[in-house]
């Protein structure tokens, strides 16, 4: 049985696939792995993996109690299995178990017998103790259909006053394990220190709410044939997706040998987005970089006087990478710079007031769709909601379906930023970011991603590549200035350029 842990060293692991299936994509290959084995193999294989974590855990603190709650149903069984071998270790183990109404499964009622014949001690209420060396979540997993009534929000509600590591068997209780949303309207979940999701990996575990609920996630696979398993419904970004344009430059190069960008936007009062877009282009290896303002603007940059600029009434769009809206606002000079845009057979990054704009029209959107150059769009949940006409709640509802259909729609490469951003490609591949910290809920941060992202095209990149890679070095930007002390309260959009560039030449290296 393999077991893989998901942290930033793991995710340049060439050996990790990072693949992400669904729900109904794991009850297939469970139910395929199952013909083979013997009942209970697999929970009985659950139970092991998860307690050889549990003792890791626990640690240096094996005189405290460790204590398992164990649902109804085939999660509460891998508990189950997890309290009897944590007793056989010789911990003191305290089990609450929420029987069935009915009958357990065979597999469940074999890991209640096991349970019962251990060390391990079942109570009908938990000792009021917060002395706990450990929490296991065993309550319920994927198959959760519906919010969690009578005992179980109390009791999840109360676990977050914990100072204990809690571990989630399977998927924190509670958490929709393909949407990374508390199941049902109005629901709670626990928030696990740490997940062993079992079988292959999930997206709810690492987007919108997942990354706050599942903590740390390790995979363990239980040893089940990789030929069952099918084409994973999502990629887990990495390096190993966009290695292949990590290439060290050659000697014999200049300025024009690494592309031009042009950001356009600018409005008055709003060119600091613009700049901070420029900035992000410049560090992420543009050879020149451009402002085009649709308002006058300053005559140059004074902490970056690198950066060229411009006024959008006359400048050429063709031949460069475009950069289409930081800052941009709705006037009819937007209006029209961004239609030239939209129609300019350049890569284009389309961001904050263009994606506004684009929303707005049909007519732009169908130029968007229909355009030559290789195109990425930047929303954050509202943007991509007005592009989809639908609300920013129902687009976090559901990310990756947000995103898949927003690509298809614009012919685009779409990142749909947030936690866990969401990268969706025309043909329906995605890739969920693993990167970055809440350091970039701040203003500016998504005006220096959409730099980097049109830097990279700049340079060669292709679209899905450049969308992904940008994402991932942006969010490896925030977690080196958090690991350096400068946030993530505080930490601000112009400090991430200079952070960006070491992490693209430390990649390269």
Request: hydrophobic share 50%; proline share 6%; with cysteine.
């Amino acid at each position: 049985m393999r077991a893989s842990k998901m942290n930033e060293s793991d995710m340049n692991n060439e050996l990790y696939s990072g693949k992400l299936y669904s729900v109904a994509q794991i009850r297939a290959v469970e139910e395929a792995a199952m013909q083979g084995l013997e009942t209970g193999t697999l929970m009985t294989r659950a139970g092991r993996a998860a307690a050889d974590l549990a003792l890791g855990l626990v640690g240096e603190a094996r005189s405290r109690p460790v204590l398992v709650l164990a649902g109804p149903g085939n999660n509460g069984g891998d508990a189950l299995e997890l309290a009897a071998n944590l007793g056989e270790a010789g911990l003191d183990v305290v089990v609450l178990y929420f029987a069935p109404n009915g009958q357990p499964s065979p597999e469940s009622a074999q890991a209640l017998a096991r349970a019962r014949a251990s060390r391990a001690n079942f109570a009908d209420v938990a000792p009021d103790t917060r002395d706990w060396a450990l929490v296991v979540d065993g309550l319920f997993g994927i198959g959760l259909a519906r919010n969690l009534v009578g005992r179980y929000p109390e009791l999840v509600t109360a676990l977050s006053d914990l100072r204990c590591p809690v571990l989630a068997l399977d998927v924190p209780s509670g958490l929709d394990a393909d949407t990374g949303v508390p199941v049902g309207e109005g629901g709670v979940a626990v928030r696990a220190t740490h997940t062993i999701t079992f079988i292959g990996d999930k997206p709810g575990l690492h987007t919108a709410c997942g990354r706050d609920h599942a903590g740390q996630v390790l995979l363990a696979d239980l040893g089940i044939d990789p030929a069952l398993f099918p084409p994973p419904a999502a990629l887990l970004a990495a390096r190993h997706l966009f290695a292949a344009q990590l290439v060290p430059r050659r000697q014999n190069t200049h300025k024009g040998s690494h592309g031009d960008v042009a950001v356009v936007g600018g409005a008055h009062g709003m060119l600091g987005a613009a700049v901070l877009a420029a900035r992000g282009a410049l560090h992420a290896g543009a050879g020149r970089v451009f402002v085009a303002s649709v308002d006058a603007g300053p005559g140059y940059d004074s902490a970056q006087p690198e950066l060229m600029f411009r006024s959008s009434h006359d400048f050429a769009l063709e031949g460069r990478t475009l950069v289409l809206g930081p800052g941009m606002g709705d006037a009819l000079e937007a209006m029209r710079v961004l239609g030239h845009g939209v129609d300019a057979s350049v890569p284009a990054v389309i961001d904050a007031d263009g994606l506004n704009l684009v929303s707005a029209s049909t007519d732009l959107q169908a130029r968007v769709a229909k355009r030559l150059g290789a195109t990425v769009v930047t929303p954050h949940p509202l943007e991509a909601a007005r592009l989809l006409g639908i609300s920013a709640a129902e687009v976090q509802a559901d990310r990756l379906g947000a995103a898949r259909t927003l690509a298809r729609r614009l012919n685009a490469v779409v990142v749909l930023k947030g936690s866990g951003t969401v990268v969706a490609a025309p043909d329906g591949e995605i890739a969920i970011n693993p990167t970055g910290n809440p350091g970039l809920a701040t203003a500016g941060t998504g005006d220096v991603l959409a730099g980097v992202v049109g830097a990279l095209l700049a340079q060669g990149w292709p679209a899905w590549e450049a969308a992904v890679g940008a994402v991932w070095m942006h969010g490896a930007a925030a977690d080196r200035l958090v690991a350096d002390g400068i946030g993530p309260i505080g930490l601000t959009a112009g400090e991430l350029p200079a952070a960006i560039r070491a992490v693209f030449n430390g990649l390269v290296r």
